[in-house]
């Protein structure tokens, strides 16, 4: 079975510019999850999708966005980028929603820097 | 809060047996985990533990649970140069219902040495 895949794997963006990370699940999980892993501030949840609905939201602001589709796969959307956004990007996806119900399994990352 | 505390860094001998320890403050997580990541790559699931459980055993890894006490433990047997990695304990976090999110502790580095 196929892990959690995120493309691309590295992304070069100028402040201000905007970036949008791609995430397909394991095949048949439902719930995606996005965090970011900085040196200062380790691993931070950024939101969760489940179903196509977003279910919880960490404390991130409004340029960070996402979505989900029917096939499960998720799109993240990070706007206005600043140089403080320069981050391992993570997916993970499991059978249930919330990390409580099924383990999350993690993809490679996205390695966003912004310059 | 929601806190997980680990050591940051242990260095063991190639054959010796690792452990690295965690503190959690959630005390309605149902799983607890332990992900390993290695350079440049994303969070590797290694095992976890319902919170019903006091120990899982699966190969060299062992996982020790002190509700308790709130604190994990990860043992590693017969340590290998390949087992160095950051090694992430994370709990569950409920954010309503069922759902939630994982609270991370800042990861352990294990050196391991020929």
């Known amino acids: 079975k196929a892990g959690v895949t995120q493309t691309p794997r590295y992304l070069i963006k100028t402040r201000g510019q905007q970036v949008t990370l791609s995430c397909s699940p394991i095949?048949?999980?439902?719930?995606v999850s996005w965090y970011q892993q900085t040196p200062g501030q380790g691993l931070q949840f950024l939101f969760e999708y489940f179903s196509e609905t977003q279910r919880n939201k960490g404390n991130f602001p409004g340029r960070f966005s996402g979505r989900q589709f029917s096939n499960s796969r998720s799109e993240m959307n990070v706007s206005t980028l600043e140089l403080g956004d320069s981050a391992l990007y993570l997916c993970a996806s499991s059978s249930l929603p919330g990390g409580n119900n099924s383990p999350l399994h993690f993809g490679n990352g996205t390695r966003l820097t912004v310059t | 809060g929601e806190d997980v505390e680990q050591s940051l860094f242990l260095s063991v001998r190639e054959g010796d047996s690792s452990v690295i320890n965690c503190t959690y403050t959630d005390s309605s997580s149902t799983y607890l985990y332990w992900y390993k990541q290695e350079p440049g790559a994303g969070l590797q699931l290694l095992t976890y533990?319902?919170?019903?459980?006091d120990m899982k055993q699966d190969q060299r890894l062992t996982v020790l649970l002190n509700k308790k006490d709130k604190h994990l433990s990860l043992r590693i047997a017969d340590t290998q140069t390949g087992d160095s990695a950051i090694y992430f304990c994370a709990e569950t976090a409920p954010i309503g219902g069922n759902t939630g999110k994982l609270i991370f502790g800042q990861g352990t580095t294990l050196q391991v040495k020929p």
């Open positions: 533990i319902f919170s019903n459980m």
């Open positions: 095949s048949g999980h439902r719930s």
